[in-house]
């Protein structure tokens, strides 16, 4: 008596499929949005609420974090040159009137100055902050592995069948 091998069936191959697919697909999408997109909404969200053209939008420094931002507002004082700043982060990403905008991930920096002296320094969240960055990530990375089981299951599933298969008949001959 031959012994009955029975595989998945084709919808439930194509079904495992589809689901792998659209894992690895959000997972993509909050990636993205993690690595650039959110980042680049903070940035286009502050040239835009400065009157400036989105179309070339400014590189945020991936170091300047709102913790970094923080601790710059104690550090830099009013009165200090406007060179102390700039030799900690460098030339500011937007100079428009008496302000000067160092981008960030989170947010940005804005540094306002009086004859070449900083008058205020004020760290700004963006609409996307650290924490909705770093959230993103994590559920990107959390969705690949997942992808990866669930792409990994369908493959050990169907090698499985196929050894399963290709034993079943070499022992019935």
């Known amino acids: 008596m031959e012994p009955i091998v029975s595989g998945p069936s084709h919808e439930k191959i194509i079904r495992h499929v ?13 990636l993205l949005d993690g690595y650039w997109g959110y980042a680049t909404n903070n940035a286009r969200q502050l040239v835009k609420s400065l009157g400036m053209r989105t179309d070339r939008l400014p590189t945020p420094q991936p170091d300047l974090t709102a913790e970094k931002g923080h601790r710059l507002e104690r550090e830099l004082t009013t009165g200090d040159s406007l060179l ?6 460098g ?9 000067g905008y160092y981008l960030g991930p989170g947010g940005h920096l804005r540094i306002d100055t009086r004859g070449g002296r900083v008058a205020r320094v004020t760290w700004v969240d963006g609409i996307h902050t650290e924490t909705d960055i770093a959230l993103q990530r994590l559920i990107g990375w959390i969705l690949a592995g ?28």
């Open 146 to 173: 997942l992808a990866l089981l669930l792409g990994g299951a369908t493959n050990a599933r169907a090698g499985l069948n196929r050894c399963r298969s290709m034993l079943s008949r070499r022992e019935t001959h």
């Open 84 to 89: 102390a700043a700039e030799r900690l982060l």
């Open 18 to 30: 589809l689901v792998t697919f659209l894992v690895a697909a959000f997972a993509a999408a909050f």
């Open 91 to 99: 030339p500011p990403a937007i100079v428009q009137d008496n302000h």
